[in-house]
């Protein structure tokens, strides 16, 4: 056997900490579960100058959410003020055209480069499913997730506005969409068509493809999941990612068929509304990006996600930024949302039509 570098025999002779490592040490369950000291946790080396501007309006951002506990249409108010705020900003350093479209009875927002739809992209379109608890997001959060892509990727964006709780329940989402879907279908062959969506939208576009593959209509060439997939909240980013936002902790797995008004009623072991409950289901998926950062509390999940995904054979393309938080590339101007963007559109760039 080969000796190690001396660099790294030298590291792994390193104790682990060096200062009341016996005092610090985590207390330990039977069951796997740690009690953890009380300790700092310095901002990612890793993350750009930037994001830690942002990540400190986030925390304050956070602080001054009203929840539901204000009522729905202050929710909605709060959040779209920060969106289109972002709108704004997008459309400076992204030019798009921007129009309202309904399609099969659904409104729509459509973005497309201000210089023109690429020629490989003419016959191609995208899908954009906005994010927002499945509760708010219409029109200005999906302007934020759609201006970005269709300009780097010089391709149209359909941002559909999709019904969401309390006023409605599952599958009211998936029907506005496969509706939509159904209907480009006229224009577009299946091959052609991305959708991909980030947070409640990561999960609702896991949840038309499956819609999709129950009603046997041909499915999109491929698709992204960001921020949320196929799989339920949980794992250790459920526990850990709260305490690194600057969020309450100790909550753990979120079930969205408990938590979530749309999904009143549903089942958490429905395929349609959790896809990774059938892995028969998930054999059919198209190739799929998965995209997260490791202050995201569905991190787990999007992982758990990509896991299922490729040991049902499925394609799929990973990324992770570390010390990114929940959808952190809604906010134009960070090299990270940058580099996610062109993630984006290679990726679909090289699977549509494909």
Request: with cysteine.
């Amino acid at each position: 056997m080969r000796a190690l570098p001396l660099f790294l025999a030298g590291l792994m002779s390193l104790p682990l900490v060096s200062y009341g490592a016996e005092a610090r040490r985590p207390a330990s369950s039977a069951d796997g579960s740690m009690q953890l000291p009380a300790f700092t946790v310095p901002y990612s080396m890793y993350a750009s100058p930037e994001s830690l501007l942002r990540f400190r309006q986030v925390l304050i951002e956070g602080k001054q959410s009203p929840g539901l506990a204000g009522g729905i249409e202050a929710a909605r108010s709060f959040y779209d003020k920060i969106n289109a705020d972002r709108v704004e900003r997008m459309k400076k350093l992204y030019p798009v055209k921007l129009s309202t479209q309904t399609i099969a009875g659904v409104s729509a927002d459509v973005a497309e480069p201000t210089g023109g739809i690429s020629p490989a992209n003419r016959n191609r379109v995208l899908i954009n499913l906005h994010g927002g608890g499945f509760l708010w997001g219409a029109h200005s959060g999906a302007l934020v997730e759609a201006i970005p892509v269709a300009a780097a990727g010089k391709i149209k964006v359909i941002g559909v506005d999709y019904r969401q709780g309390p006023e409605h329940v599952f599958p009211a989402a998936s029907d506005d969409v496969a509706a939509v879907y159904r209907e480009l279908l006229k224009t577009y062959p299946a091959a052609n068509i991305g959708i991909y969506g980030c947070s409640a939208g990561g999960m609702l576009t896991g949840e038309v493809v499956a819609r999709l593959i129950k009603d046997g209509v041909d499915l999109p060439g491929a698709i992204g999941t960001f921020c949320g997939s196929i799989a339920p909240l949980g794992g250790d980013s459920s526990y850990v990612s709260p305490a690194l936002s600057g969020d309450p902790v100790g909550n753990g797995p979120i079930s969205i068929t408990e938590r979530l008004p749309y999904f009143k009623g549903a089942s958490a072991n429905d395929p349609l509304v959790i896809p990774a409950n059938s892995a028969a289901m998930l054999k059919k998926f198209p190739p799929t990006l998965l995209i997260t950062g490791t202050r995201d509390f569905a991190m787990s999940s999007v992982l758990q996600s990509q896991r299922l995904l490729t040991n049902a054979g499925v394609e799929t393309d990973l990324h992770v930024w570390d010390g990114m938080w929940h959808s952190f590339f809604s906010d134009p101007e960070l090299p990270e949302s940058k580099e996610a963007y062109a993630v984006m559109a290679k990726f679909f760039d090289e699977h549509l039509g494909k």
